[in-house]
């Protein structure tokens, strides 16, 4: 039988992993959107548009990083797992 020595962090690692994933989901289309403009029409673009585009580059940056961090808290979570027969 498996047991986790601690669930508080595997916890905290797969609250991270959902909240890492909205994030990632929701914003890698519209990132989409934008990368697949013509540079021309990107060119025309007005400036709030284009701040609009780095500012969701950076937000799927930091839900990459928050996968990352939740995938190394259960990792974590998980490797203190101690193997005991009931």
Not at 31 to 52: H, R
Not at 69 to 76: A, K, L, N, P
């Amino acid at each position: 039988m498996l047991k986790i020595q601690n669930p508080t962090w595997f916890f905290i690692g797969v609250i991270l992993l959902i909240l890492g994933s909205f994030i990632v989901v929701f914003d890698y289309p519209q990132i989409q959107y934008f990368d697949n403009m013509g540079t021309e029409l990107y060119a025309t673009l007005e400036s709030e548009q284009k701040e609009i585009h780095n500012r969701l580059k950076i937000e799927f940056a930091i839900g990459g990083a928050i996968i990352l961090g939740g995938i190394t808290f259960c990792i974590f979570a998980i490797s203190n797992i101690r193997f005991s027969k009931n």
